[in-house]
């Protein structure tokens, strides 16, 4: 049918949310069947990050409009390219704030009170040989978030709820927060015991946490990675676990997952999570439905929901 738009699928895009409704309207091409005899008529892109959505793909779409993706972070979606075709991006900004900063609280406990490991250690009998061993505290700890957007602040009002002091570091002070800023991040790490990292991945932010930052943080540092493995030099941050120039590190993400370094699965002073910050049925569910909705929208003609900084809506 000539006159269904089609819509090509990267990757699986949560079937019964986002396939399922873009099926009544559209015809769903699955990236592996995407050929010559296609690729012509895909107007919009549903996208998850596992394959990139470079230059190269949207050039052999011509009539590509619109490309959804599934997660607030589109670092796999080069937006610059999409904005230099006139191609809009959307992403799934808002509606995963709360799930993932009660996953980085989640984390940031677990890694500060050995909740893994004793868990580990009533498993394994340990309890009724012995008391578990007295372990660090999150009291008289001051966190720093690399990234006050609009995770981090949800971040920071848990850590408020807390009664832990907050302080940030971002490239230009907020506007609408009063915790201390500081303008530079191994200032902030040296200042702080607790660095939870929540920026945007891609080339602006690569190793921002460096050897350097690490070595500021201190032997009683706590680092929390919810952003992208990217944001973290991971071999310093093995050395630093490994040699206790840091005390202990909780990672929900990795430069090239799945595969998670060899060297931490060893190590007992790190929290290792599968990228699970917004991995709930509820919140996916409301992530798929944004994709939906920014691609319906766009096909009818109303605009985008969510457009990325890139592409902005209306165009300048
Ligand atoms: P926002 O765009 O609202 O916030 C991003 C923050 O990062 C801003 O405060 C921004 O401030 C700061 N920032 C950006 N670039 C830099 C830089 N180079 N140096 C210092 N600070 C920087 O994003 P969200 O809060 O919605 O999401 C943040 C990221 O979290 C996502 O892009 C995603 O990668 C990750 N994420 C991970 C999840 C998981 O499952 N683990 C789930 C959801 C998101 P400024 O521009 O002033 O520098």
């Not at 399922?20 to 050929?35: G, K, M, N």
């Not at 406990?109 to 009533?122: N, W």
């Not at 709820?161 to 940030?168: I, L, R």
């Amino acid at each position: 049918d000539g006159a269904r738009p089609a819509v090509l699928l990267t990757g699986p895009v949560m079937e019964d949310v986002v396939e399922h409704q873009l099926s009544a309207r559209c015809t769903l091409v699955p990236i592996e069947t995407l050929d010559a005899s296609n690729a012509a008529g895909v107007r919009a892109i549903a996208t998850r990050g596992k394959v990139r959505v470079d230059d190269a793909l949207m050039a052999r779409l011509p009539d590509l409009e619109i490309v959804a993706n599934f997660g607030v972070g589109y670092d796999t979606v080069d937006a610059a390219a999409a904005a230099r075709r006139g191609v809009m991006v959307t992403n799934t900004p808002d509606v995963l704030n709360e799930e993932v900063a009660d996953l980085t609280l989640g984390l940031l406990l677990a890694t500060v009170r050995d909740i893994v490991q004793a868990d580990r250690f009533v498993r394994a009998g340990g309890w009724k040989a012995a008391a578990f061993p007295l372990g660090p505290t999150l009291r008289d700890r001051t966190v720093g978030i690399l990234g006050m957007g609009r995770i981090g602040k949800a971040i920071a009002r848990r850590l408020d709820a807390f009664s832990v002091p907050v302080v940030y570091h971002t490239r230009r002070p907020q506007p609408d927060v009063s915790y201390r800023y500081y303008p530079h991040l191994v200032d902030m790490a040296r200042a702080v015991d607790v660095l939870v990292v929540i920026v945007p991945g891609g080339p602006a932010t690569r190793h921002l946490v460096n050897a350097e930052v690490l070595a500021a943080l201190g032997p009683d540092g706590i680092f929390i990675n919810v952003a992208r493995g990217t944001v973290v030099d991971e071999a310093a941050l093995l050395a630093a676990l490994k040699e206790r120039t840091i005390l202990a590190a909780g990672l929900d993400v990795f430069e090239d997952e799945p595969n998670v370094p060899e060297g931490f699965l060893a190590l007992d002073n790190v929290v290792l999570l599968p990228h699970v910050g917004s991995s709930t049925r509820y919140t996916r569910g409301a992530m798929g439905q944004l994709v939906v909705d920014n691609i319906l929208s766009w096909l009818d003609g109303a605009g985008p929901l969510t457009p990325v900084a890139e592409t902005p809506w209306p165009k300048a």
